[in-house]
């Protein structure tokens, strides 16, 4: 279950959901987001994935949640910028996260829908390695061979509440831990940002149309 609405809402979820149980599916897995339900000043992170896993629940699906924090494909918003040499907006400053490899966390959703070893299991699935938005930067640089700047994007007012508070926590440091996971259901150790990147080298240097 894969839903990345423009303005976070469970609406997209839920009718999913929906369709699901009238077709008599058994398992969910949900690609849902780390540190959803925690709460930051007032308010849930990510409160549109806590709706979603709590209706599967409630639901009585078979399930596996997965969390991952920020994917490190993500850079790849940011090809034009990088290809004009202009900055990239950095929006957690000092704040560190276990950037994972979106292929590792395809790998565990592949697992946990073909078994059922990991039914009724939440993964937080990191990277192995705490990195700020500027280490990033300083890594794809490296293997790029070229300027990678980034800039402060300043207040997050012009964002969506919910992608606000979401932010906000991961500044405070909220999601600036590693965990096992990934290892403990491939087999093998979580992918690095610099692999993922050599990997997508040519991502950053194509043309964008």
Known sequence: LVTVPPVPTADHDLALLTAARAAGVRKIVKLSAIGSGERFEGATVGAWHLAAEEAIEADGFVWTMLRPPSFASNLLWYRAAIQAGEPIPDMTGDARQAVVDPRDVAAVAVDALTGDAHDGRRYDLTGPELLTFADQAAILERVLERPVRTTDAG?????????????????????????????????????????WARDHREAFTAAVS
């Open 155 to 195: 207040p997050l007012d012009g964002l969506p509440a919910g992608m606000r508070t979401g932010i906000g926590w991961a500044r405070a440091g909220g999601a600036a831990y590693v965990t096992d996971h990934v290892p403990r259901v491939l087999g093998r150790p979580a992918g690095t940002f610099e692999r």
